[in-house]
């Protein structure tokens, strides 16, 4: 088993580089952008993948925020926290913009009940098994409205606290715990009910 020290030290030290790159950056050092390119990435391009359901959206979206790192690196304040929540925060945003999400919804815990996901459109019988399942789950949580998307895939896929995904989010940790749970529930819903559907479809 791994110390929780020596994993305390080592993200300290992954912060205090984070910060130096991004300082650097900020001064007009380009060079510093390829390791933090590297770095981030692959959470950035997943949480894009993962909110959107489309690879596309996310190349696009991955883009968008390195763009933006590289322009407004000034714009990141080390004291405030790593930049890895920073960067989801920045994902979360141009992801919003690219799916038109922001225009389509009000960030409101009191929204109507959602429409159910489309699944026989993203899972065609000659697909195998595991991935008509994997095909199911992206078209259920591309079907769940923002504000609920945000925190599912924030706590339950990128792994980030619930703290953290309420600076992203920029919402009480209270509200997070809702909209986790609201988004469960939905999923777990539409999940259950899928096979029925086919079923009835197929009789």
Not at 60 to 79: I, K, S
Not at 144 to 165: G, K, N
Request: aromatic share 6%; net charge neutral.
């Amino acid at each position: 088993m791994s110390d929780p020290s020596v994993l305390s030290e080592l993200s300290d030290r992954l912060q205090a580089t984070d910060a130096a790159l991004a300082a650097r950056l900020a001064c007009g050092d380009t060079a510093a952008l390829t390791p933090l390119y590297r770095r981030h990435r692959g959470q950035v391009y997943r949480f894009a993948l993962l909110w959107s359901g489309s690879a596309a959206v996310a190349a696009d979206t991955t883009q968008d925020v390195f763009v933006h790192l590289l322009t407004r690196a000034a714009d990141y304040a080390p004291e405030r926290g790593p930049l890895q929540p920073w960067l989801l925060g920045i994902t979360r945003n141009f992801v919003h913009r690219r799916t038109g999400a922001d225009a389509r919804y009000v960030a409101n815990d009191d929204d109507a009940e959602p429409a159910p996901p489309d699944f026989e459109a993203t899972a065609p019988e000659a697909a195998l098994d595991a991935q008509r399942e994997l095909a199911r789950l992206r078209t259920a949580i591309a079907a769940l409205p923002p504000h609920y998307r945000d925190v599912l895939v924030l706590v339950e896929l990128a792994e980030r606290s619930y703290a953290e995904a309420a600076a992203i989010c920029g919402c009480e940790l209270n509200t997070v715990r809702s909209r986790l749970s609201r988004a469960r529930g939905l999923l777990a819903r539409w999940l259950d009910a899928a096979p029925t559907r086919a079923n009835a479809a197929k009789g």
